[in-house]
């Protein structure tokens, strides 16, 4: 019988061997396709290969969970999941099926890469990177959000939003995300107007559930406010703990999202990405979401679960360089990602090193904002080296002692989650038809109308 | 609170409506939508397949231009383009190899050129100057050095 | 019903939250190589950075390389976090 650990070590096992494959390949210079590997630029057969086994390590996780979860159903019956594990749950969901795109396009990528196939469609591949690639940004925001909702309440002192509506809240976030990552792709051609207008849609509708966030998060902050004392409109701002690290870096992450958030309503409508598409905003865009957002809860949780996992304690110290590593890594990332966004407004494009394309003036007038980027990196570098210092002196040296996992109760008397959300069966059948509404029709038009396919092609 | 639950999440799905109803009225009333032409082309035999044949700029109209472009790693043919001010320049693209991105720097045309498939992008040049076009999808060894000009005179 | 509801919730609260040494441990592994892709990809990112703000001269003809190995790094360390803490939230309180 599989238990959820064995498949973690498994998913171990397997992640950081397609980890390593995948580091090598590139360092050898046989794989400089970038992220998005996008054919008909080829890389070398074991690099794809790299990525399998990083997805076969990430299903085995989900296999795990999956299993342990339906043990668990069985033993309390009639019991709502605990809050955490309903996010875990829809992590490792979202997880599964967005990887599928990703695996069926290098598949078909390893038999070309290796000669055996003379051609692929590039279109095919694309669309199914972007299945991919844009849900795994959410999948790390969810982990984050799990938190937001769950353990930052229990450190201000306070109670959790209805649960209710918190598991809303992750059931449409895994529902309705998959389609989000299509916004990669508005300035492709092969794709109506029609097709991309829908995908508008279907990326917008994403925004909704993360307003209700926002709602939820204030709402929680303001009551514990008011209940330690805090009065008038703002009074309650003031009573929050900020001088402790594992609700600083967490509440800056949220504030963040806020101009995240707005920045990817732009990137997902129509015209406005047409302006922004594939230039420095983009990196701006994804410095603010993932570089402060998920990143900074990442740090946040770092000082109480590492403490937790490793049986010892934060000290007042360690809470200190805390908080001095979440100022450096705000000013870093606001400095950096400020300057990309102006820069990649003025058309400096991303993806490219240093370049003045032969002294032109446009490029050159980009060239102090590049400065100013420069400048975030150094610091980002020393909060990192902080960072890093932190969670290896916490999980080694730190003082031996029991540590809090801090999760948060529910209000006096509010109403348990209904049963009906724990029915994830039904949760899936929704998301796949939402994958469906949003890909059968291109895809089959790439596959049906396709154009002679591409060879694999070496360029650097 | 429940009362102000259901305000918030009124509003948000309101603003999302507000917000497609511009977007579509925008792409399909003013024909502001984003470059999204559909042609497809063998991308081994562009230099034979029609027009890319003969790359350049033609003259379609009273100060219309469609300007017939290939992309290669590195480089743009035609390169270093001259038009007349006030001009509206239809751009039709190919790649003969991988993926590259269309931009000229300082407007709004910004596409992407996928191998196989032919792409279109109109822009009107009121304003005189040099611009950049540039290469803003990673091709390779020299895609900061891809790029070439238009001059508006 | 009102027990099934505030039994979980009663059990997190009182520290008891069920992470055992051997799923701590499972954890705490994934958290070291989220930490340590961190460490890399944060000093290629400097690198990076650097060049591309036109400070600092990396070696010819590895243009996608250097862009791709710090991106690929800071992915290792999101992936890694990720399935460290979603497992631990999940063990926690389900064990």
């Known amino acids: 019988m599989f238990n959820v650990r064995k498949l973690a070590w498994v998913g171990f096992a397997f992640m950081l061997t397609g980890t390593a ?9 046989e794989a400089s396709v970038l992220y998005t590997f996008y054919p008909p630029l080829a890389a070398h057969p074991f690099f794809y290969v790299g990525l399998v086994l990083l997805v076969l390590g990430i299903w085995a996780c989900c296999f795990g969970v999956f299993i342990n979860y339906s043990h668990w159903r ?5 019991q709502p999941t605990p809050l955490l594990a309903f996010f875990a749950m829809g992590v490792f969901v979202l997880w599964f099926f967005a990887s599928i795109g990703i695996t069926i396009e290098v598949l078909t990528l390893i038999p070309w890469s290796m000669g055996l196939v003379e051609t692929t469609n590039v279109m095919v591949g694309r669309t199914l990177f972007w299945w991919f690639g844009h849900s795994l940004v959410n999948i790390w925001y969810l982990v ?17 939003f209805n649960e209710k509506l918190i598991k809303l809240v992750v059931i449409l976030l ?3 995300n998959i389609p989000g990552g299509f916004h990669h792709q508005i300035v492709d051609p092969g794709i109506s107007l029609s097709i991309k207008y829908l995908h508008v849609f279907m990326s917008l509708a994403i925004a909704v559930p993360s307003l209700m966030t926002a709602f939820a998060m204030f709402a929680v902050f303001e009551r514990a406010g008011r209940r330690l004392g805090g009065k008038g409109l703002l009074g309650w701002l003031k009573k929050l703990p900020w001088g402790d690290v594992r609700f600083l870096a967490p509440m800056i992450a949220m504030i963040a999202f806020i101009p995240g958030g707005a920045g990817g309503i732009v990137n997902t409508s129509n015209q406005l990405n047409q302006v922004i598409h594939n230039t420095l905003w983009v990196v701006g865009h994804f410095h603010v979401t993932v570089g402060m957002s998920v990143v900074m809860t990442f740090f946040g949780i770092c000082y109480w679960l590492v403490p937790y996992l490793a049986k010892r304690r934060l000290t007042a ?25 102006a820069a990649g407004l003025l058309g400096d494009p991303r993806r490219t090193s240093f370049t003045t394309y032969g002294d032109h003036s446009t490029a050159l007038s980009w060239i102090p904002y590049e400065y100013v980027m420069g400048m975030g990196a150094v610091l980002l570098l020393i909060g990192v080296l902080i960072q890093v210092y932190a969670v290896f002196h916490m999980m080694f040296f730190a003082p031996k002692g029991e540590t809090e996992f801090p999760v948060a109760e529910a209000e006096d008397g509010a109403a348990p989650a209904p049963m009906w959300t724990e029915r994830w069966g039904l949760w899936i059948v929704l998301l796949l038809m939402v994958v469906a509404m949003a890909y059968v029709v291109p ?9 002679p396919g591409s060879p694999p092609i070496k360029t650097w | 609170m429940h009362r102000l ?18 977007i579509g009225y925008q792409t399909f009333a003013l024909g502001m939508g984003p470059p999204s032409h559909k042609e497809t082309i063998d991308p081994q035999e562009v230099d034979e397949t029609e027009p890319f044949d003969d790359p350049g700029v033609k003259e379609t109209g009273d100060n219309e231009y469609e300007i017939v472009m290939t992309m290669q790693a590195f480089q743009f043919t035609p390169g270093d383009i001259e038009i007349p001010a006030g001009a509206e320049v239809t751009f039709t693209l190919a790649t003969k190899d991988v993926t590259h991105g269309f931009q000229v720097a300082g407007t709004n045309i910004n596409a992407m050129v996928m191998p196989g498939h032919v792409q279109k992008i109109t822009h009107t040049f009121d304003e005189p100057g040099e611009f950049l076009i540039l290469c803003n999808e990673y091709c390779g060894i020299g895609h900061q050095m891809m790029s070439t000009t238009i001059t508006v005179t | 019903m009102e027990q099934a509801r505030t039994e979980p919730i009663r059990q997190t609260s009182k520290k008891a939250l069920g992470i055992n040494q051997k799923d701590a441990k499972v954890s705490l592994s994934y958290l070291t190589v989220a930490f340590v892709s961190l460490l890399i990809g944060g000093i290629l990112g400097l690198l990076q950075g650097l060049e591309r703000s036109g400070l600092l001269e990396l070696p010819t003809g590895v243009n996608g390389t250097w862009h791709f190995i710090t991106r690929c790094f800071f992915h290792y360390f999101y992936d890694w976090l990720s399935v460290c803490c979603s497992f631990a939230f999940f063990r926690g309180p389900v064990v």
Request: aromatic share 6%; hydrophobic share 60%.
């Open chain 2, 5 to 22: 639950e259901e305000i918030w999440i009124t509003l948000s799905v309101g603003l999302l409506l507000v917000f497609m109803l511009i």
């Open chain 1, 74 to 78: 069985k033993a309390h019956r009639g």
């Open chain 1, 443 to 451: 895809i089959m038009d790439f596959i049906l109308n396709a154009p």
């Open chain 1, 144 to 160: 984050a959000a799990s938190v937001w909702y769950v353990v930052v309440p229990k450190l201000i002192g306070g109670r959790h």
């Open chain 1, 174 to 176: 895994v529902i309705l």
């Open chain 1, 21 to 29: 494959l995948v580091a090598v390949m590139i360092i050898l210079n």
């Open chain 1, 317 to 341: 110290k360690m809470n200190r360089l805390g908080v001095i590593q979440t100022i450096i890594w705000t000013v870093g990332m606001v400095l950096m990602a400020g300057s990309q966004h």
